[in-house]
């Protein structure tokens, strides 16, 4: 089963090197990263700067309109090639289904402001002591999972020294 989380961090770059993280642990077979999006909001600008990992091919892989209409949700990024009005309601609706609901959108539109990044990964196969460890040290938060309760209770602990909501 693949786990959908969105790390926030607290400097513009820090999703981007968590993506490249990812991207190495990948290639030594510690974890399997599906599908993945990097959101970069700069201080001084109104709206956040997306981009999907584009090298994933395969069944597995999200695409560009579930990025789009996500990401046009939650930070009002113009939806390009999809209609408004009802069909992104409809569309929205069927997020509900993975965990994408209006309580998701709210508590990351609140967590991801301007001077932030956020990292939405779908992955499987995780090493989880060896993930855990490469990401010792990046000061991450996690906002949102598609885990069991008790899943994810044990991967903020693995993550957090101190403070259960950051790594």
Excluded at 109 to 126: C, E, H, I, N, Y
């Amino acid at each position: 089963m693949a786990t959908l989380t969105v790390w926030k961090f607290d400097t513009g770059d820090g999703a981007q090197n968590a993506l490249t993280t990812l991207e190495r642990l990948q290639k030594q077979e510690l974890i399997r990263v599906v599908d993945a999006a990097v959101v970069t909001w700069p201080a001084d600008r109104k709206k956040p700067r997306t981009q999907q990992l584009h090298n994933l091919t395969g069944a597995g892989a999200l695409g560009g309109s579930f990025w789009g209409l996500l990401f046009g949700l939650i930070f009002f990024v113009p939806l390009l090639g999809l209609a408004v009005g009802a069909a992104v309601g409809a569309l929205a609706g069927s997020l509900t289904d993975v965990g994408i609901d209006d309580d998701f959108i709210k508590k990351v539109r609140d967590k991801v402001t301007p001077g932030t990044s956020a990292l939405f990964a779908m992955t499987q196969d995780a090493v989880t002591d060896r993930v855990v460890d490469a990401f010792h040290g990046t000061r991450a938060e996690l906002i949102s999972t598609n885990l069991s309760a008790d899943q994810e209770a044990k991967l903020r602990e693995a993550f957090s020294e101190t403070d259960p909501e950051k790594v």
